[in-house]
Protein backbone atom coordinates (compact mmCIF):
# COMPACT_ATOMS: atom_id res chain seq x y z
CA UNK A 1 0.00 0.00 0.00
CA UNK A 2 1.57 3.20 -1.20
CA UNK A 3 -0.32 6.79 0.75
CA UNK A 4 1.49 10.13 -0.17
CA UNK A 5 0.50 12.99 2.15
CA UNK A 6 0.76 16.16 0.10
CA UNK A 7 -0.34 19.81 1.12
CA UNK A 8 -1.16 22.91 -0.57
CA UNK A 9 1.30 26.20 0.66
CA UNK A 10 2.59 26.58 3.53
CA UNK A 11 4.62 24.28 6.30
CA UNK A 12 1.61 22.62 8.15
CA UNK A 13 3.35 19.92 8.83
CA UNK A 14 3.31 17.08 5.94
CA UNK A 15 6.86 15.60 7.00
CA UNK A 16 6.35 15.48 10.89
CA UNK A 17 3.08 13.61 9.93
CA UNK A 18 4.43 11.24 7.48
CA UNK A 19 7.17 10.07 9.87
CA UNK A 20 4.49 9.96 12.94
CA UNK A 21 1.96 7.78 10.70
CA UNK A 22 4.99 5.36 9.99
CA UNK A 23 5.97 4.99 13.14
CA UNK A 24 2.86 3.96 14.57
CA UNK A 25 1.62 2.00 11.25
CA UNK A 26 -0.01 -1.73 13.02
CA UNK A 27 2.55 -3.30 10.29
CA UNK A 28 5.68 -2.50 8.42
CA UNK A 29 6.24 0.60 7.01
CA UNK A 30 8.90 3.36 5.65
CA UNK A 31 8.59 6.44 4.80
CA UNK A 32 9.54 7.86 1.39
CA UNK A 33 10.19 11.43 1.26
CA UNK A 34 9.71 12.60 -1.71
CA UNK A 35 9.24 16.81 -1.71
CA UNK A 36 10.08 18.23 -5.02
CA UNK A 37 11.30 21.13 -3.36
CA UNK A 38 14.28 18.75 -1.37
CA UNK A 39 13.55 17.16 1.91
CA UNK A 40 14.74 18.33 5.31
CA UNK A 41 14.53 15.19 7.15
CA UNK A 42 18.69 14.72 7.01
CA UNK A 43 18.93 17.79 8.62
CA UNK A 44 15.94 17.20 10.94
CA UNK A 45 15.62 13.89 12.45
CA UNK A 46 18.60 12.96 11.27
CA UNK A 47 20.07 16.12 12.94
CA UNK A 48 22.72 16.07 10.03
CA UNK A 49 24.17 13.20 10.65
CA UNK A 50 23.01 10.33 7.39
CA UNK A 51 24.71 7.58 5.28
CA UNK A 52 26.08 9.86 2.39
CA UNK A 53 24.46 7.02 0.08
CA UNK A 54 21.64 6.80 2.01
CA UNK A 55 18.82 8.04 -0.62
CA UNK A 56 16.51 8.16 -3.18
CA UNK A 57 19.01 8.80 -5.88
CA UNK A 58 21.49 6.80 -5.03
CA UNK A 59 18.13 3.84 -4.69
CA UNK A 60 17.02 4.99 -8.21
CA UNK A 61 20.79 4.27 -10.13
CA UNK A 62 20.45 0.80 -8.49
CA UNK A 63 17.43 0.70 -10.34
CA UNK A 64 19.13 0.48 -13.29
CA UNK A 65 20.86 -2.71 -12.16
CA UNK A 66 18.76 -4.66 -9.26
CA UNK A 67 15.04 -4.91 -7.97
CA UNK A 68 13.70 -2.26 -5.74
CA UNK A 69 14.04 -4.36 -2.64
CA UNK A 70 17.49 -4.87 -2.68
CA UNK A 71 17.81 -1.43 -3.80
CA UNK A 72 15.49 -0.41 -0.35
CA UNK A 73 17.84 -2.77 1.58
CA UNK A 74 21.53 -0.40 0.88
CA UNK A 75 19.58 2.60 0.86
CA UNK A 76 17.16 2.67 3.75
CA UNK A 77 17.95 4.19 6.92
CA UNK A 78 16.82 4.01 10.00
CA UNK A 79 18.01 6.84 12.14
CA UNK A 80 16.81 5.94 15.66
CA UNK A 81 15.13 3.22 17.11
CA UNK A 82 11.90 4.65 17.44
CA UNK A 83 11.35 6.53 14.10
CA UNK A 84 10.45 4.27 11.00
CA UNK A 85 12.89 3.29 8.48
CA UNK A 86 13.36 6.39 5.77
CA UNK A 87 14.03 6.72 2.79
CA UNK A 88 15.44 10.19 2.72
CA UNK A 89 14.58 12.59 -0.44
CA UNK A 90 16.21 14.42 -3.30
CA UNK A 91 18.91 16.94 -2.03
CA UNK A 92 17.82 19.90 -3.84
CA UNK A 93 15.15 21.45 -6.01
CA UNK A 94 15.28 20.60 -9.59
CA UNK A 95 16.09 16.80 -9.13
CA UNK A 96 12.89 15.74 -8.60
CA UNK A 97 11.81 16.16 -12.60
CA UNK A 98 14.51 13.89 -13.51
CA UNK A 99 13.54 10.29 -11.72
CA UNK A 100 10.79 8.08 -12.93
CA UNK A 101 8.31 8.30 -10.10
CA UNK A 102 5.76 6.44 -12.18
CA UNK A 103 7.92 3.49 -12.21
CA UNK A 104 9.10 3.93 -8.32
CA UNK A 105 5.38 4.14 -6.98
CA UNK A 106 4.53 1.40 -8.57
CA UNK A 107 6.62 -0.16 -6.96
CA UNK A 108 6.45 0.95 -4.07
CA UNK A 109 2.37 0.37 -4.33
CA UNK A 110 3.14 -3.22 -4.68
CA UNK A 111 6.07 -3.90 -2.49
CA UNK A 112 6.08 -7.41 -0.57
CA UNK A 113 6.23 -6.93 3.30
CA UNK A 114 5.53 -3.49 3.67
CA UNK A 115 3.77 -0.59 3.24
CA UNK A 116 5.26 3.14 2.37
CA UNK A 117 3.88 6.85 3.45
CA UNK A 118 5.47 9.38 1.39
CA UNK A 119 5.76 12.67 1.93
CA UNK A 120 4.74 14.63 -1.10
CA UNK A 121 5.44 17.87 0.04
CA UNK A 122 3.61 20.89 -1.82
CA UNK A 123 1.34 19.74 -4.61
CA UNK A 124 1.90 21.76 -7.95
CA UNK A 125 0.94 20.20 -11.55
CA UNK A 126 4.03 20.47 -12.84
CA UNK A 127 6.70 19.65 -9.92
CA UNK A 128 7.72 16.29 -11.03
CA UNK A 129 6.32 14.67 -8.32
CA UNK A 130 2.49 14.29 -10.10
CA UNK A 131 3.39 10.56 -11.67
CA UNK A 132 4.14 9.42 -8.12
CA UNK A 133 0.57 10.57 -6.74
CA UNK A 134 -0.99 9.01 -9.77
CA UNK A 135 0.36 5.35 -8.09
CA UNK A 136 -0.90 6.20 -4.73
CA UNK A 137 -3.73 3.94 -3.16
CA UNK A 138 -4.40 6.49 -1.22
CA UNK A 139 -4.19 10.22 -0.76
CA UNK A 140 -4.05 12.92 1.97
CA UNK A 141 -4.51 16.22 2.03
CA UNK A 142 -2.67 17.87 4.92
CA UNK A 143 -3.79 21.29 6.04
CA UNK A 144 -4.19 23.68 8.91
CA UNK A 145 -7.03 25.34 10.03
CA UNK A 146 -6.34 29.43 9.32
CA UNK A 147 -8.67 30.74 6.14
CA UNK A 148 -5.59 30.98 3.88
CA UNK A 149 -4.92 27.12 4.27
CA UNK A 150 -7.90 26.38 3.85
CA UNK A 151 -8.25 28.41 0.39
CA UNK A 152 -5.68 26.99 -0.75
CA UNK A 153 -6.56 23.66 0.38
CA UNK A 154 -9.77 23.45 -1.44
CA UNK A 155 -8.36 24.66 -4.46
CA UNK A 156 -6.59 22.41 -4.36
CA UNK A 157 -8.41 19.08 -3.58
CA UNK A 158 -10.28 19.02 -7.31
CA UNK A 159 -6.77 18.78 -8.82
CA UNK A 160 -6.38 15.72 -6.63
CA UNK A 161 -9.15 13.96 -7.35
CA UNK A 162 -8.44 14.23 -10.56
CA UNK A 163 -5.05 12.51 -10.02
CA UNK A 164 -6.61 9.18 -8.41
CA UNK A 165 -9.89 9.37 -11.17
CA UNK A 166 -12.04 9.87 -7.96
CA UNK A 167 -15.34 11.67 -7.48
CA UNK A 168 -15.75 13.95 -4.70
CA UNK A 169 -16.31 12.26 -1.07
CA UNK A 170 -14.66 9.50 -2.44
CA UNK A 171 -12.47 8.01 0.43
CA UNK A 172 -9.35 7.83 -1.90
CA UNK A 173 -8.36 11.00 -1.37
CA UNK A 174 -9.42 12.68 2.17
CA UNK A 175 -7.88 15.25 4.31
CA UNK A 176 -6.15 15.52 7.55
CA UNK A 177 -6.32 18.74 9.36
CA UNK A 178 -3.34 19.42 11.64
CA UNK A 179 -4.08 21.72 14.42
CA UNK A 180 -7.96 21.89 13.88
CA UNK A 181 -9.50 25.17 15.73
CA UNK A 182 -7.42 27.90 15.13
CA UNK A 183 -9.60 29.10 14.08
CA UNK A 184 -12.04 26.33 11.77
CA UNK A 185 -12.88 23.22 13.18
CA UNK A 186 -11.92 20.59 10.89
CA UNK A 187 -15.69 19.28 10.11
CA UNK A 188 -15.79 22.93 8.05
CA UNK A 189 -12.31 22.05 6.69
CA UNK A 190 -13.84 18.74 5.43
CA UNK A 191 -16.92 20.52 4.31
CA UNK A 192 -15.02 23.33 2.35
CA UNK A 193 -12.82 20.58 0.84
CA UNK A 194 -15.20 18.50 -0.25
CA UNK A 195 -13.30 15.84 0.64
CA UNK A 196 -13.75 12.92 3.53
CA UNK A 197 -12.08 13.91 6.85
CA UNK A 198 -9.68 11.63 7.40
CA UNK A 199 -8.53 13.07 11.02
CA UNK A 200 -7.09 15.94 12.98
CA UNK A 201 -3.57 16.07 14.67
CA UNK A 202 -3.68 18.54 17.37
CA UNK A 203 -0.92 20.74 18.41
CA UNK A 204 1.89 19.07 20.56
CA UNK A 205 5.20 21.12 19.19
CA UNK A 206 7.24 18.53 22.27
CA UNK A 207 6.35 15.78 20.21
CA UNK A 208 6.49 17.33 16.79
CA UNK A 209 10.15 18.50 17.57
CA UNK A 210 11.16 14.96 17.31
CA UNK A 211 10.08 14.54 14.31
CA UNK A 212 11.12 17.92 12.31
CA UNK A 213 14.15 18.51 14.43
CA UNK A 214 15.86 15.61 16.04
CA UNK A 215 14.63 16.52 19.61
CA UNK A 216 15.28 13.69 22.29
CA UNK A 217 12.15 11.99 23.08
CA UNK A 218 10.67 12.23 26.78
CA UNK A 219 9.35 9.22 28.37
CA UNK A 220 5.97 10.27 27.76
CA UNK A 221 6.76 10.10 23.88
CA UNK A 222 5.00 7.32 22.73
CA UNK A 223 1.74 8.31 25.07
CA UNK A 224 1.41 12.12 23.67
CA UNK A 225 -1.05 13.58 21.75
CA UNK A 226 0.72 13.35 18.52
CA UNK A 227 1.62 9.92 18.37
CA UNK A 228 -2.04 8.80 20.06
CA UNK A 229 -3.39 10.80 17.28
CA UNK A 230 -1.00 9.43 14.56
CA UNK A 231 -1.52 5.90 15.96
CA UNK A 232 -5.52 5.90 15.58
CA UNK A 233 -4.95 7.78 11.83
CA UNK A 234 -2.24 5.02 10.60
CA UNK A 235 -4.72 2.23 11.59
CA UNK A 236 -7.50 4.20 10.05
CA UNK A 237 -5.45 3.99 6.48
CA UNK A 238 -4.29 0.68 6.67
CA UNK A 239 -7.51 -0.82 7.26
CA UNK A 240 -8.77 0.86 4.35
CA UNK A 241 -6.25 0.07 2.27
CA UNK A 242 -6.65 -3.88 3.55
CA UNK A 243 -10.49 -3.03 2.80
CA UNK A 244 -9.71 -1.72 -0.87
CA UNK A 245 -7.28 -5.06 -1.97
CA UNK A 246 -10.08 -7.42 -0.56
CA UNK A 247 -13.00 -5.23 -2.96
CA UNK A 248 -10.49 -6.09 -5.68
Known sequence: MLVG?????????VTTSALALASQWPRAA???EADPFGG???AGLGSGEWPPAAGIMEAVVDLRSTDLDVALD???????????PVLAGIGCVGQ???????????ALARLPGADVVADCGRFAVADGVTPLLRTCDVIVLVTGSSLRAIRAASRIAPLLQEELDV????????????VPDAPYPAAEISEACRLPLLGELPDDPRAAAVWSDGDRPGRGFTRSPLQRG???LAGALATFGDNQRGAA
Open 74 to 84: RRVHRPTEYSP
Open 167 to 178: RPRDPRVSVLVV
Open 40 to 42: DVR
Open 5 to 13: LVSAKGSPG
Open 30 to 32: LML
Open 96 to 106: ASTLPWSRIGA
Open 230 to 232: ARR
